[in-house]
């Protein structure tokens, strides 16, 4: 079984300094990506920069993505994700500290499958993502890939 990949766009150093290191050990065998600010997402993504080459047909089973991003805020990346035909239907699930109605709603009306405010604690964090890796990668029925 090949392993599903999911996309951790979070500026936390405590998780992106060590590149989800900790979370990489709780996801195994699922493999995980994390990038630390908005543009290095989309460049991820869209194959540009230094993912330039990526084979691009390898999206990621969910991305969870944190609001407050530097270089290019969350919102906006859900923006360019939604926007491309490749992306459209890709599962994402906004994981952020931030509980603001506006936000909720912005992302909602962006197209987001899921809002989740991320607890404070590494520890739960750390569980919060497994969970939502169990589901959305083992449990969800994962839409068709554009053609």
Avoid: C
Wanted: glycine letters at 6%; proline letters at 9%.
């Amino acid at each position: 079984m090949t392993a599903k990949t999911i996309l951790l766009i979070e500026d936390n150093p405590a998780i992106s300094n060590s590149r989800g290191a900790p979370l990489r050990r709780a996801m195994w065998p699922t493999k995980m990506v994390v990038v630390q600010d908005g543009q290095e997402a989309l460049d991820y993504l869209f194959g540009s920069g230094p993912y330039a080459g990526r084979d691009l047909s390898a999206l990621p089973g969910v991305t969870l993505l944190d609001l407050k991003l530097p270089r290019v805020p969350g919102l906006e990346v859900l923006r360019a994700i939604r926007a491309d035909p490749r992306t459209r239907r890709m599962p994402v699930v906004i994981l952020t500290s931030s509980n603001e109605e506006r936000d909720v709603a912005t992302g909602y009306d962006l197209g987001v499958n899921s809002y989740i405010q991320k607890p404070v604690d590494f520890t739960r964090f750390a569980e919060a993502i497994r969970h939502l890796g169990l589901y959305w990668l083992l449990l969800n029925e994962p839409p068709p890939q554009a053609k």
